[in-house]
């Protein structure tokens, strides 16, 4: 069974159109994370919460917005979405900020922007 | 800038040869590895963690670490096609809450 479910596997939205991606999980790791992958390129993570607390990269753009209302479910929010933003959306969680814990991923989120 | 560097490939091996991923990491005091499997199109999939130096053997894949020269790679014997694949490696920084630097993969394609 899928642990960490991301929803929907593939998103088409329009330029500058407004987008939420979701994530869920059933491991209830207090840590989950947000990565931006695009083609040949390394996962770049986007923020993580650990718990309830934000934690936002320093070089993600204001355009990405993060929301955990819960400790099973995280969204991504796309403000206004520009060409440049497509690319596979990755979920991750892990079960603590130690040191031995490995993430565990979902099987992501393919934005396309027309 | 903490780094992680990785080979991007392709490596290719024929099947039943020996694949060996390698990477270094530039940060001395990183302490947990991890090399994550990734089919085209897909999500990253952990299929090896390593913390202390040596090897780690996990039925056809050994993880090797070594933190004095800032090394750590990953054998795969008796390749399979469906061993074909980016294999990302991933290290995890003291004091940075847990979050993961990914090299940026190598491909790694083995041949009938």
């Known amino acids: 069974d899928a642990m960490v479910i991301q929803n929907p596997r593939y998103q088409v939205t329009q330029f500058g159109k407004p987008v939420t991606l979701s994530c869920s999980q059933t491991l209830n790791h207090n840590v989950m994370y947000w990565y931006q992958q695009k083609s040949s390129q390394a996962p770049k993570l986007l923020f993580h919460?650990?718990?309830?607390?934000?934690?936002n990269e320093a070089d993600t753009p204001d355009n990405f917005q993060s929301r955990r209302p819960n400790t099973s479910f995280c969204f991504l929010d796309i403000r206004s979405p520009g060409l440049g933003d497509a690319a596979m959306y990755l979920c991750a969680t892990s079960r603590a900020p130690q040191v031995n814990q490995p993430q565990h991923f979902g099987d992501g989120t393919r934005l396309s922007i027309l | 800038q903490k780094e992680v560097e990785q080979n991007s490939g392709p490596l290719s091996v024929p099947e039943g040869a020996i694949a060996s991923l390698n990477c270094t990491y530039s940060?001395?005091?990183?302490?947990?590895f991890f090399w994550y499997r990734q089919y085209s199109g897909k999500s990253p999939e952990l299929i090896m963690s390593i913390y202390s130096n040596g090897d780690k053997e996990d039925g056809r894949f050994t993880a090797q670490l070594n933190k004095a020269s800032q090394y750590v790679s990953l054998l795969i014997r008796d390749s399979q096609p469906s061993d074909s694949a980016t294999y990302l490696c991933a290290v995890l920084y003291t004091g940075t809450a847990s979050k993961l630097t990914f090299g940026t993969g190598t491909r790694l394609q083995v041949t009938l």
């Open positions: 919460y650990y718990d309830k607390d934000f934690n």
């Open positions: 940060d001395r005091v990183s302490q947990s």
